[in-house]
């Protein structure tokens, strides 16, 4: 490992010894913009996964949870949920060449000291998958972890300067690396993918669909490329290039935000997948036909915003259960970009993706987006950015803005004001208009959005579970904000899922105090 690592003063040995921990005053380094992420035992059901699914979930019913999340440490960390014990860390292979920029030689003294630098920056996702996982021919369901580096770009020994890598962590206490993916015309890599199962080449094949950006390669464009990587392999198969679009002010276009995708007929094999650039396209590729070579599947757009604001959230899709078209509908928002002016007007959209595409109502300025006024459902201000990743849950879509910028906030000032949270109904109940009804009914009366001090890539957190009170079921979501309080507000929902009114909005169950 020594001609990989190379310490500057040659002392590789006791590099290793300061990454693991050793003369730092913090042991885990920063958590910057990674998520963390809850995995515990195996939830699908065989009638979508695929056969043996059940006996594999039999297997691991008990595997205790864990959480996973990156760190400018050079690891990403899985630790205890119930203890709180740190069971492993990880350092991609890409990395190691990297690991001397932490422990630097003061010049005046000589004496070592660390310096922060980016590393596993990006945010991890999981899913249960049937690959070949050793090479031996047979194929069996594991559970398989996969992250980017946002903006921490490895070196040339894993062949390419930014990556995403894979880790079976079927059993948390055996970790397996599976591989490191770059590409040419990979950027940052701060896009989670989506994973699902497709038909390729008359194969059932789970595949990881990921986007990269942004540009930070000074000698090549790099991050306009949308990628399918096969899991079993770690190979891309399929991509598409996003052309830029000239615009002022000039954004070099990129897909940094995720992706999502959907089973519409409910078979266990994704339909289609969708994704946003900065030059404000939303783009859909069709997966639902069996790929055969490159020409297979085509990314077509399906809304364009008439200035070009950049689109970086991924898109929330909801499908009406009690609809027989399953159409999706989906929920996205412009302006995240720290590029992107502070002095316009930015949207929220609702698009529902028919035949031909229409946009089913909107938040913003009907004039700027040159959309029909009867489907406007109110404004945003101006400069007020569409940031975090919409959630919809009990016919309700929650999104989140921020005014400014989302990287130079400072978490020392009050942010009061500059945050906001809004939730709009996605379908028409009791009496309430799709879009236009504000979902923020508070004791002192509905509330068209609610302030945060929340600079957070997520609008919210939804619970994984319901309770219920007296005769009321309520479903709890929640808020992470930057002074580290923690907001739960509950949800009460009928038996049909039908949701009545918000009570007990902005309650603090938790804060940390730094």
Partial sequence: ????????????????????????????????????????????????????????????????????????DGMIHCIDALTGEEKWGFIPYNLLPKLRNMWVVDPATGGRYFARDVYVDGSPVAADVYIDVDGNGSK???????????????????????????????????????????????????????????????????????????????????????????????DDFWGEWARDINRSPDIPN??????????????????????????????????????????????????????????FTKPAIWIDPGSVDAVPRLYFGTGGDDQAPDDVMYAFIALMDRASPEVEWFIGDDTVLRLSKDIDKGDLAAGEKVWADPKVANYIVYFSTLTGSIESVDPCQNLAGIGKLYGRYVKSIGGSTTGGATALDTIDGPQDY??????????????????????????????????????????????????????EIYKIIKKFIP
């Fill in 450 to 503: 609610l302030d945060l001090l929340s600079k957070s890539r997520s609008a919210v957190t939804l619970g994984g579970t319901e309770r219920t009170v007296g005769s009321v079921r309520k479903k709890e979501v929640y808020i992470q904000e930057y002074d580290s309080t923690i907001q739960k507000l509950e949800q009460p929902v009928g038996g049909n899922l039908a949701v009545k009114s918000w009570r």
């Fill in 254 to 311: 990129a897909f940094p935000g995720s992706p999502n995708s959907a089973d519409i007929d409910g078979d266990g094999f994704l339909d289609v997948v969708y994704i946003g650039d900065l030059d404000g396209r939303l783009w859909k590729v069709d997966v639902s036909v069996e790929f055969k070579n490159r020409n297979s599947w085509n990314a077509v757009t399906i809304y364009e915003d008439i200035n070009r604001y950049p689109i």
């Fill in 140 to 234: 069996e369901w594991r559970t398989v972890l996969i992250c980017g580096q946002g903006a921490g770009k490895g070196s040339s020994v894993g062949g390419g300067l930014n990556y995403y890598f894979a880790l079976d962590i079927t059993d948390p206490d055996n970790p397996q690396p599976l591989w490191e993916f770059t590409h040419s015309s990979m950027g940052e890599t701060w896009s989670v993918p989506t994973i699902g199962k497709v038909t390729k080449n008359g194969e059932a094949t789970w595949v990881a669909f990921t986007g990269s950006g942004y540009d930070n390669d000074p000698s090549n464009l790099v991050g306009d490329h949308f990628y399918a990587v096969d899991i079993e392999t770690g």
């Fill in 1 to 72: 490992m020594g001609p990989i690592i190379q310490d500057v003063n040659g002392d590789n040995e006791g590099l290793i010894r300061f990454v693991r921990g050793e003369g730092r005053y913090w042991k885990l380094g920063d958590i910057d913009h990674s998520n963390p992420l809850l995995v515990g035992p195996p939830k699908g059901t065989q009638a979508l996964m695929g056969g043996g699914y059940d006996a594999f979930k039999t297997s691991w019913e008990d595997r205790p949870k864990m959480i996973y999340v990156g760190t400018n």
